[in-house]
Each structure stands twice: as structure tokens, then as C-alpha cells.
């Protein structure tokens, strides 16, 4: 059909054209993923770049009331220490991280790690009564659990209350 030939010519010609789009679309696509995990490396190395700084000037504070504390009076080397505390609280604040609070709270073995149970008789069970290590969150995710002493009611008195 001699009619057809200028349209399968220009819907070859459209094919080409889709081709090389598509082409020039997926090399765009590839040249930003490596861009993106370009820029993504970097964010890390100054993220890790400024922790290191903030534990460099920490270290140096430290080192600095140690030295001093050879010769000084207790009392200056404890507002020394008093200082660098409250300077750590705050980059620690700054930088996302946070002290949890779970005393008074239920034992839960995925966020808190017990290192001990004690008999209270005016506690519930699984309660948190102690913290033997405080636990952190960074952005609300736990990076170190909490070491706790968790209560648990007498077992005994229990079981004799039951008629055991």
C-alpha cells in the first residue's frame, strides 16, 4: 500500500526520537543518583567532620582541668568539671541527643536492658525503680539503652495468697 509508507516512515522516525530520549533521560537520571550519593558523602565527612572538632575541643577542656587541678584548689577544679558538664549537656542537646527519662516507667527489653530485679511490695511489676546507666536517643531512636533495676512483686506471698 504505497499510501502507508510516509506513516510507517514517520512513526520510525518518532520511535527514533522516543529512543533517544529515553537514552538522554536515563544518563540525566544516572548523572544525578551519582550526584546525589556525591553530595550525601560529603554531608557525612562534615557531620563527622564537626563531631570530631566538638570531641577535639571537649578533649582539650578535659585536659585543661586536669592540668589545673594539680595545683589548684578543689573548689576551682569542681566548677572547672561544673562547666565542661553543662557545655556537654548542650552539644549533646544541639546535636540531637537526648538523655531518657524511665524511672517510674514499665521495664520494656527492647528500649531498656535490666541488669537487675528487686522484690517491691508497693510497686507494680516491671516497673523501672533504678538506672544504673542512663540510656540516649538520637531523633528519638535509642542508640544506648538504659541499664535499669526493675521491680518485682514476692512470689512467695503470691503464691501463698492463692491458696499454694
Known amino acids: 500500500m504505497p499510501g502507508e509508507a510516509p506513516e510507517v516512515g514517520e512513526a520510525s522516525e518518532e520511535v527514533k526520537r522516543l529512543r533517544e530520549e529515553n537514552l538522554y533521560l536515563r544518563a540525566e537520571l544516572d ?7 556525591r553530595e550525601v558523602e560529603e554531608a557525612g565527612k562534615r557531620a563527622a567532620e564537626r563531631l570530631v572538632l566538638t570531641m577535639l575541643t571537649m578533649y582539650e577542656e578535659v585536659e585543661r582541668i586536669y592540668n589545673h587541678a594539680q595545683t589548684a584548689d578543689p573548689e576551682t577544679t569542681l566548677e572547672g568539671l561544673r562547666i565542661l558538664v553543662r557545655e556537654m549537656r548542650r552539644m549533646l ?3 540531637g541527643i537526648r538523655a531518657m527519662e ?3 516507667k514499665k521495664f520494656d527489653p527492647f528500649i531498656h536492658e535490666a541488669v537487675g530485679f528487686v522484690e517491691r511490695e508497693d ?3 516491671d516497673v523501672i525503680i533504678a538506672e544504673v546507666s542512663k ?10 539503652p538504659p541499664r535499669v533495676i526493675v521491680s518485682r512483686k514476692s512470689y512467695q506471698r503470691e503464691a501463698n495468697s492463692c491458696g499454694g
Open 31 to 37: 548523572n544525578l543518583r551519582k550526584l546525589l550519593e
Open 135 to 144: 540510656g540516649y536517643e538520637f531523633r528519638g531512636r535509642v542508640i544506648k
Open 123 to 125: 510497686v507494680d511489676d
Open 102 to 104: 524511665v524511672i517510674g
Open 93 to 95: 542537646s544541639e546535636n
